[in-house]
């Protein structure tokens, strides 16, 4: 792999992180278009989930030390008051919510993590999952909306989104963008649905990140050079901040439908590539 190609797959990483078009499918794409072994890049790919990561905390990093605090706050009401008093404030009962999320998500990813990887054998999977992903957002565009605030969120609310996101471990199927859809769907007004969206990304992209790290460390940077895995994290880093700040107003302003015939199209023609056999895994 040269600068390079690190430079557009750190780009291509940090923009499809966040924006609803699936990271997993466009890096296959792209991958598959260099020519590049993704068991070969492995340390490189963990390191670009890392790049991604370090942008949710850069954007959000005020809600995330306000939930830290509230975490441990928790704790002190149930040591002193037998209660975690989940309800005390908004930023306490956002958090109870991002870890009942976090429960499907875990569960699901456990039990059919090797199942949904080996759909990445065949790239006409990838075409389908973003003709799936297209679908959705223009459903969730037309149909979903609501008004809820934190504190009009329920359980089964927080339970769904998380299902829905544990969708997103197949092949061309966005994880914002479904966490997104199961936020509408759940009637959360258009801000908390984005906020709950990306605060809840960073468990998974967390584990994510980890998991790649520790199956790549044995392997080393397989002759990827420092500075090319640097590269790459600085741009995924950067293009993901710019990609967070998009889809805050893109959803605001109600144009998820652009991505709809975005994804369709992409989609479509990867489907078609495929059964031609020019694209190959």
């Known amino acids: 792999m040269d600068n390079f190609q690190a430079i557009i797959l750190g780009l291509v990483q940090g923009l499809t992180e966040f924006l609803p078009v699936s990271s997993s499918g466009h890096l296959a794409i792209f991958q598959n278009m260099f020519g590049i072994d993704e068991n070969n890049v492995l340390f490189f790919a963990a390191m670009l989930h890392v790049g991604t990561l370090l942008s949710v905390f ?3 990093w005020r809600d995330i030390v306000d939930l830290c605090k509230e ?11 037998k209660s975690f ?16 999320s976090a429960i499907p998500t875990g569960i699901i990813g456990f039990c059919l993590s090797d199942f949904f990887e080996s759909l990445f054998t065949k790239m006409v999977f990838v075409g389908v999952g973003l003709l799936i992903t297209g679908t959705i957002l223009c459903i969730a565009e037309r149909f979903g909306s609501g008004e809820k605030d934190v504190y009009g969120m329920r359980v089964r ?16 199927i966005s994880r914002s963008g479904s966490t997104l859809v ?20 960073i468990p998974p992209i967390a584990a994510s990140g980890i998991m790649e790290l520790v199956s790549a460390i044995g392997q080393g940077l ?4 420092a500075l090319t895995v640097i590269l790459g994290v600085v741009i ?10 998009w ?4 959803v605001t302003n109600k144009r998820l439908f652009y991505f709809s015939i975005y994804t369709w199209v992409v989609g479509s023609l990867v489907i078609a590539l495929s059964l031609m056999g020019v694209l190959i895994v």
């Open 182 to 201: 199961g936020g509408l769907f759940s009637g959360l007004n258009r801000p908390l649905a984005v906020k709950f969206a990306f605060l809840m990304s």
């Open 247 to 250: 889809m805050v107003k893109i």
């Open 222 to 225: 397989q002759g990827v050079s």
């Open 157 to 172: 609310d927080a339970f769904f989104i998380g299902l829905c996101q544990s969708v997103a471990i197949a092949p061309g």
């Open 71 to 81: 975490l441990v706050g928790a704790f002190k009401d149930l040591a002193s008051e």
């Open 236 to 245: 995924s880093f950067v293009s993901g901040l710019i990609a967070i700040k």
């Open 85 to 100: 008093k989940i309800n005390k404030n908004p930023t306490r009962r956002l958090g109870f919510m991002i870890i009942v």
């Open 58 to 60: 850069v954007a959000y």
